[in-house]
């Protein structure tokens, strides 16, 4: 166990419609970043926050946003699903060292 | 693509054997990661690499890295059934944009 928390672990949604992912880091830790993961694109990086600002920013849909609350956790919200934005959701967490904590994922299916 | 790329895609041995998977990158790093992802799970960190080491040991795992080929290798001695998973490199964009990068990926099969 990571200790990295993700909600809900599936979603079962339809073409058009927003949905919202949430994620707790490790305690203690700063750093959120987003990833999506699919069979056809891989693991890709979306979006990196610490401490409640965004840092990096990686191949995120402008239909997609997320945000770092003050008590550190994030949220992913996804808006004017495609059915190709079925995929994994992974939030991971990191404190000052570099490794990156993954949460056990959201599995989103667009039909 | 800035996606690193790994080698080769899918691995398959048999228990006891050495397993090694090859990750290439585009990017100037300060870093290296690899990670482990069992199927449709959270991936999980194994070992990270600076720039300025060539060769890294944690138990079972041998990585090195040369900066100058921009690549890196991941070996796994004594492989078990247990290693079955994909594995997975990453670096961070350093020369401005910080963006994580990972592999595409190795899928290794080690069978009992």
């Known amino acids: 166990d990571s200790g990295v928390t993700q909600t809900p672990k599936h979603l079962i949604t339809a073409t058009g419609q927003r949905v919202t992912l949430r994620c707790s880091p490790r305690s203690g830790d700063l750093s959120v970043y987003w990833y999506q993961q699919s069979l056809d694109q891989g693991l890709q990086f979306l979006i990196q926050y610490y401490n409640g600002e965004e840092r990096a920013k990686g191949n995120i849909l402008e239909r997609f946003s997320a945000q770092q609350f003050p008590d550190l956790h994030s949220e992913l919200n996804l808006s004017s699903l495609e059915l190709g934005d079925s995929a994994l959701y992974f939030c991971?967490?990191?404190?000052?060292?570099?490794?990156?904590?993954f949460g056990p994922g959201t599995r989103l299916l667009v039909l | 693509s800035q996606q690193g790329e790994e080698d080769p895609q899918a691995l398959s041995i048999q228990e006891g054997e050495n397993a090694t998977m090859n990750c290439s990158y585009k990017t100037s790093i300060n870093n290296l990661q690899w990670y482990r992802q069992n199927s449709g799970r959270g991936l999980v960190h194994l070992i990270l690499?600076?720039?300025?080491?060539r060769e890294k040991h944690s138990g079972r795992l041998r990585v090195t890295l040369d900066t100058s080929k921009k690549s890196s290798s991941l070996l796994i001695t004594a492989s078990r059934a247990a290693d079955t998973a994909s594995y997975f490199c990453a670096t961070v964009d350093t020369s401005g944009t910080y963006k994580y990068i990972f592999g595409t990926g190795t899928r290794l099969k080690v069978l009992a």
């Open positions: 991971a967490s990191s404190g000052f060292g570099e490794t990156q904590y």
């Open positions: 690499i600076r720039s300025n080491e």
